[in-house]
DNA sequence: TGTACATCAGTGAACGCGCGTTCACTGATGTAC
DNA sequence: TGTACATCAGTGAACGCGCGTTCACTGATGTAC
């Protein structure tokens, strides 16, 4: 049987992930460090203290959204990955507008503090994004095109396809902003311009993979 | 003969300068969407009323800081993307290193503020990054490699160049975050081996480019 | 060269405001019997 | 099932502090004659 959570518990978890989605929409227009406890409590409606009960710091609360944004992520990763042949590139550049239209703030948020001015939200980006290359390594590693290859050079391809899927999600997240409520029909197609030049670049390194051992 | 500044220009500029170099340091630790005002003008010793001299606000100060960053780059990066045959991926990942090494602050502000929290700095430096994609297209027109691609590609091509250059520079300055000031040879072969890989997935993506036509 | 006036980089006091954190509290939920 | 006590998520007042911006100012530099 499931376990039932009390009441107290059920309510807290839900103040919790208030907490958590009130920040995320402060973020789109700033920066963590520069994201206010009362700012946060203020947009979930309760009293200031509020907050510590918690969290510790802003700083936690980052940490706290970097899981949310890509704990659940590494499945959907290694299943595309996964894909044989030459749909593989097709499936991902899908899969990264899909993500991105679905929840641009994550995106953003992830885009924003990679390099932002919160150390423990950087390591935990950085060791996330260390958990995709090394699955995607994994992935890479059981196709036939490896063959020949060491760790190494797995790896340091593994890093080029995340940064790259990185990248990718960054123009997408830039489609969106760039979209005119009025008409949009012009910003789709900017989204396929994007798809379109993703999709070649991703190709150009497949490529240059298959001739890494000539 | 050249034009000599007055006495009043010269030491507004100086002032100037010195906010710039101020605002860059306390920058190393926080985004520039938290940077105050007052804590810029505290840094250099002057009234805080002194700062509206100068710039309208902190976001016009980062908008500064970014063709201070970026602006004398364009020479280099252009020699060097001209360097023919196999010695442009070493000399290009040489110039990264040393750059970074030289001017640390400068490709952090600039690797933060890129998806950071104030927009006129983030259109900046887009703007900026756009232009070198430009000009490394330009030269990788030249060589003879690039016969038989349009225009499209070689802009694609060259913002993979780009891009890759960022993710290095950044992987540069993790290093030197990592620095042990007790010890340095660890890192120093720690810098030696982000080289390597940087170097090892440019090649990739040279060899790619040879067998895009085939 | 000297004088009288204009410019303007930097000053310093003052303002109202929101910040993070502390503390003792309340009252609904949980638990032991 | 009922009772008595424990837990603890959320409250609300209070604190000292630094913030961005305004304003009239000063005095060195620049300029016109």
Not at 13 to 20: D, G, S
Not at 82 to 97: K, N
Not at 178 to 206: D, G, K
Request: glycine share 4%; proline share 4%; charged share 25%.
């Amino acid at each position: 049987m499931s376990h039932t959570l009390g009441i107290r518990q059920a309510q807290k978890q839900k103040t919790r992930q208030a907490f958590l989605d009130a920040a995320l929409t402060l973020l789109e227009e700033q920066s963590l460090s520069s994201l206010g406890l009362r700012e946060v409590t203020r947009a979930v409606g309760v009293a200031p203290t509020a907050f510590y009960r918690h969290f510790r710091s802003t700083a936690d609360l980052g940490v706290a959204l970097v899981d949310e944004a890509l704990g659940s992520l590494h499945p959907m990763v290694r299943t595309t990955v996964a894909t044989p042949g030459a749909e593989r590139i097709t499936r991902a550049v899908r899969l990264i507008a899909d993500h991105v239209a679905a929840h641009p703030a994550h995106v953003r948020f992830i885009a924003r503090e990679r390099h932002g001015g919160v150390q423990p939200v950087r390591k935990a980006i950085r060791d996330q994004l260390a958990r995709f290359a090394e699955e995607v390594k994994t992935e890479l590693a059981k196709d036939p095109e490896a063959e020949g290859w060491n760790d190494d050079d797995l790896l340091m391809l593994a890093h080029l396809y995340v940064d790259q899927m990185l990248i990718t999600a960054s123009l997408f997240l830039e489609t969106l902003e760039n979209e005119n409520p009025e008409s949009p029909e012009p910003s789709e197609t900017e989204r396929e311009r994007v798809a379109r030049i993703a999709t070649r670049q991703m190709r150009l390194i497949s490529l240059g993979r298959q001739h890494w051992l000539d």
